[in-house]
Nanobody, 125 residues
Framework: QVQLVESGGGLVQAGGSQRLSCTASGRTGSAYAMGWFRQQPGKEREFVAR????????YYADSVKGRFTISRDNAKNTVYLQMSSLRPEDTGVYYCAGDNFNSANRLLESQYDYWGQGTQVTVSS
């Protein structure tokens, strides 16, 4: 079993930056791909970014491409989401998730096996 814990959320002004972290425990961190999802107020949870187990392949939602960067440090069992040029529409609860399959282009919520509890990000205008 894998436990995921997010941190780094909070209040930030539009145009600012913030970094989220997700630390895994219970199983070797490098054994699975990782993703970030978010749930904006009144909306379904949506894909934000994904990184392969080795960190070499990354995918981004079009809405965050060029502004967000996903990375991982397998020695620390931690995945990061660096968010820049934040907009009010980036407000939401951000979740990290683990996928036992390292195949490319797995962007659906149902394809992920492990979930964190989420961290709130609020971008003020």
């Amino acid at each position: 079993q894998v436990q995921l814990v997010e941190s780094g959320g909070g209040l930030v002004q539009a145009g600012g930056s913030q970094r989220l972290s997700c630390t895994a425990s219970g199983r070797t961190g490098s054994a699975y791909a990782m993703g970030w999802f978010r749930q904006q107020p009144g909306k379904e949870r949506e894909f934000v970014a994904r990184i392969s187990s080795g960190g070499t392949v990354r995918y981004y939602a079009d809405s965050v491409k060029g502004r967000f960067t996903i990375s991982r440090d397998n020695a620390k069992n931690t995945v990061y989401l660096q968010m820049s040029s934040l907009r009010p529409e980036d407000t939401g609860v951000y979740y990290c998730a683990g996928d036992n399959f390292n195949s490319a282009n797995r962007l659906l919520e149902s394809q992920y096996d492990y979930w964190g509890q989420g961290t709130q990000v609020t971008v003020s205008s």
